[in-house]
């Protein structure tokens, strides 16, 4: 049974993360996973997490409908069916490390390249690659972080669509996750209930909500600058904690 600091820290933590995802699209998923290691076992993190990170994304795709990009959508699915079914016959093993040091490399890498070599979500083979590379990662390690968000960071997309799709794509993967892992990802007999569950489902909607306030008031110029600068940082903590791994593996 949780203790009543750890459950309000949490409560706490799934509404500001999902703000943070509500404005920038990205960052917050990465932070909420990472206390819920802290506090919770591998299997109740996992499944807290993709609950709450589904429910958070299909709210902000629902507030900005109007918005998601129903090509990218479709050529996203199409890459993440395909991955899909080559993980559901392979059942790969990965490595830790190099899962966190790839994600980690993809945002430095992708701003480095001349823009026309760039990957790019709204080019038809980018968004078919940004579904096969982003659902692989949640497959092998429960997060996509930067490997995702760099198919969107140099786009000339409008902040609107780009936060829009993305949760419309993201919900694909958060749904393929909880496919997959299956019965690993249950609850019962953890330290996690229901209860606790569907609370964290409805603030991770709270938190969404209220980004949209943000959102409306921000400029496309200041989400560009802003979104780059985060992209950077997540990939740098992704990178640091890879070379961690590796060292003391």
């Given at each position: 049974?949780?203790?009543?600091?750890?459950?309000?820290?949490?409560a706490i933590?799934?509404?500001?993360?999902s703000?943070?995802?509500?404005?920038?699209?990205?960052?917050g998923?990465?932070?909420?996973?990472?206390?819920?290691?802290?506090?919770?076992?591998?299997?109740?993190?996992?499944?807290?997490?993709?609950?709450t990170?589904?429910?958070?994304?299909?709210?902000r795709?629902?507030l900005?409908?109007?918005?998601v990009?129903v090509?990218?959508?479709?050529?996203?699915?199409?890459?993440?069916?395909?991955?899909?079914?080559?993980?559901?016959?392979?059942?790969?093993?990965?490595?830790?490390?190099?899962?966190?040091?790839i994600?980690?490399l993809?945002?430095f890498v992708?701003?480095?390249?001349?823009?026309?070599?760039?990957?790019?979500?709204?080019?038809?083979?980018?968004?078919?690659?940004?579904g096969?590379i982003?659902?692989?990662?949640?497959?092998?390690?429960?997060?996509?972080?930067?490997?995702?968000?760099?198919?969107?960071?140099?786009?000339?997309?409008?902040?609107?669509?780009?936060?829009?799709?993305?949760?419309?794509?993201?919900?694909?993967?958060?749904?393929?996750k909880?496919?997959?892992?299956?019965?690993?990802?249950?609850?019962?007999?953890?330290?996690?209930?229901?209860?606790?569950?569907?609370?964290a489902?409805?603030?991770?909607?709270?938190?969404?909500?209220?980004?949209?306030?943000?959102?409306?008031?921000?400029?496309?110029?200041?989400?560009?600058?802003w979104?780059q600068?985060?992209v950077?940082?997540i990939?740098?903590v992704?990178?640091?904690?890879?070379?961690r791994?590796?060292?003391?593996a």
């Amino acid at each position: 049974m949780l203790s009543t600091p750890i459950l309000v820290a949490l409560a706490i933590t799934v509404v500001v993360t999902s703000f943070m995802s509500g404005v920038f699209g990205m960052a917050g998923g990465m932070i909420l996973m990472g206390l819920l290691l802290l506090i919770l076992p591998v299997p109740a993190a996992m499944m807290m997490h993709g609950a709450t990170q589904l429910v958070a994304n299909v709210w902000r795709a629902a507030l900005w409908y109007r918005y998601v990009s129903v090509r990218i959508l479709a050529l996203y699915v199409t890459g993440s069916l395909v991955i899909f079914a080559v993980f559901a016959f392979i059942r790969l093993v990965p490595n830790t490390a190099m899962v966190y040091i790839i994600m980690g490399l993809m945002p430095f890498v992708s701003m480095a390249l001349p823009i026309r070599y760039a990957p790019r979500a709204d080019l038809p083979f980018g968004a078919v690659l940004s579904g096969l590379i982003s659902t692989g990662f949640q497959l092998l390690s429960g997060v996509s972080g930067p490997a995702f968000d760099v198919f969107f960071v140099r786009t000339e997309l409008d902040r609107r669509t780009v936060v829009a799709t993305k949760a419309a794509c993201q919900s694909v993967s958060h749904l393929a996750k909880l496919a997959y892992f299956g019965g690993m990802l249950a609850i019962g007999g953890t330290e996690v209930g229901w209860p606790v569950m569907a609370t964290a489902m409805v603030l991770a909607v709270v938190g969404t909500s209220l980004s949209r306030i943000v959102l409306d008031r921000m400029n496309d110029v200041q989400f560009r600058s802003w979104t780059q600068r985060i992209v950077m940082a997540i990939g740098f903590v992704y990178l640091v904690q890879g070379v961690r791994e590796l060292v003391l593996a």
